[in-house]
């Protein structure tokens, strides 16, 4: 197929400026020239990210400031258009949305090849099945990470194995080892969820992006947590207000954004 390839940005989900740069490098890596790229989202995320969509010529496509997300909606209906009528040869959605699986699953019915470009911690694990490819964007941590912890474990052994030979001549201090040994098994932290009331789990559940900790979207968490709020015959914006102490509104007055305030030690 030698149609043009095609980046489709939801810029209420990527709204990293140095995401999209590194999206846009690896797709070009991989297909060669990008002729059709548009970035779907609000005014407000728009603007944010003027500086790339004028570097990279992006086209910004502004969506309804509606209390229903409409950015998801304007992104399929401008895919699906340029399936019909363009025919391109690669799709890349910058979105790891969960909403975007009937989208993926159908372009690739037609032959498209189609791929996704997400943050690690926004990329949903059932959406994996809909692509050809996921490429997780930022610093993520790897195997080197760990590595690098595990190094200066093995020089701690032989200085205690230089000190056993000295102990043999010293008095021994089993106290002094167990209460250590007491100390060591109490450290570990309890996990976040003990500490957080059972409301604002439910909501981390439901929108499990609130967890990255930063400023998201208003009415895109309130579009995931309206099956939970049904369920308890009230509304989505009472269900956050009511766990003020644990989400941050922003900004007070006319709030268009919702960060969850973590815990101490999360």
């Given at each position: 197929?030698?149609?043009?390839?095609?980046?489709?940005?939801?810029?209420?989900?990527?709204?990293?400026?140095?995401?999209?740069?590194?999206?846009?490098?690896?797709?070009?890596?991989?297909?060669?020239?990008?002729?059709?790229?548009?970035?779907?989202?609000?005014?407000?995320?728009?603007?944010?990210?003027?500086?790339?969509?004028?570097?990279?010529?992006?086209?910004?496509?502004?969506t309804f400031p509606l209390s229903k997300n409409t950015t998801d909606a304007a992104l399929v209906v401008g895919a699906m258009e340029l399936a019909c009528e363009r025919m391109p040869s690669l799709v890349a959605i910058g979105s790891g949305d969960l909403d975007f699986f009937p989208l993926a699953v159908r372009l690739r019915e037609r032959?498209?090849?189609?791929?996704?470009?997400?943050?690690?911690?926004?990329?949903?694990?059932?959406?994996?099945?809909?692509?050809?490819?996921?490429?997780?964007?930022?610093?993520?941590?790897?195997?080197?990470?760990?590595?690098?912890?595990?190094?200066?474990?093995?020089?701690?052994?032989?200085?205690?194995?230089?000190?056993?030979?000295?102990?043999?001549?010293?008095?021994?201090?089993?106290?002094?080892?167990?209460?250590?040994?007491?100390?060591?098994?109490?450290?570990?932290?309890?996990?976040?969820?003990?500490?957080?009331?059972?409301?604002?789990?439910?909501?981390?559940?439901?929108?499990?992006?609130?967890?990255?900790?930063?400023?998201?979207?208003?009415?895109?968490?309130?579009?995931?947590?309206?099956?939970?709020?049904?369920?308890?015959?009230?509304?989505?914006?009472?269900?956050?207000?009511?766990?003020?102490?644990?989400?941050?509104?922003?900004?007070?007055?006319?709030?268009?954004?919702?960060?969850?305030?973590?815990?101490?030690?999360?």
């Amino acid at each position: 197929m030698n149609g043009p390839a095609v980046f489709l940005i939801d810029a209420d989900n990527l709204s990293d400026a140095n995401a999209i740069r590194q999206a846009f490098e690896q797709l070009t890596a991989l297909t060669g020239p990008v002729a059709i790229r548009r970035a779907y989202g609000s005014a407000e995320n728009l603007k944010g990210l003027a500086a790339v969509i004028g570097e990279l010529a992006i086209q910004p496509c502004q969506t309804f400031p509606l209390s229903k997300n409409t950015t998801d909606a304007a992104l399929v209906v401008g895919a699906m258009e340029l399936a019909c009528e363009r025919m391109p040869s690669l799709v890349a959605i910058g979105s790891g949305d969960l909403d975007f699986f009937p989208l993926a699953v159908r372009l690739r019915e037609r032959g498209i090849r189609v791929i996704c470009f997400s943050l690690a911690n926004k990329l949903h694990d059932e959406v994996k099945a809909a692509y050809d490819q996921c490429f997780l964007l930022g610093k993520a941590p790897t195997k080197t990470d760990s590595v690098v912890e595990a190094i200066p474990a093995k020089p701690a052994a032989k200085k205690t194995a230089a000190k056993k030979a000295a102990t043999k001549k010293a008095a021994p201090k089993p106290a002094a080892k167990k209460a250590a040994a007491k100390k060591a098994a109490k450290s570990p932290a309890p996990p976040a969820e003990v500490r957080e009331p059972s409301g604002v789990r439910d909501i981390l559940v439901a929108a499990p992006e609130l967890r990255s900790g930063e400023a998201l979207a208003l009415n895109r968490v309130i579009e995931h947590l309206q099956p939970l709020a049904e369920a308890a015959q009230t509304k989505p914006m009472k269900l956050l207000k009511k766990h003020a102490a644990h989400f941050e509104l922003l900004p007070a007055d006319k709030p268009n954004k919702v960060r969850w305030l973590q815990a101490p030690g999360t």
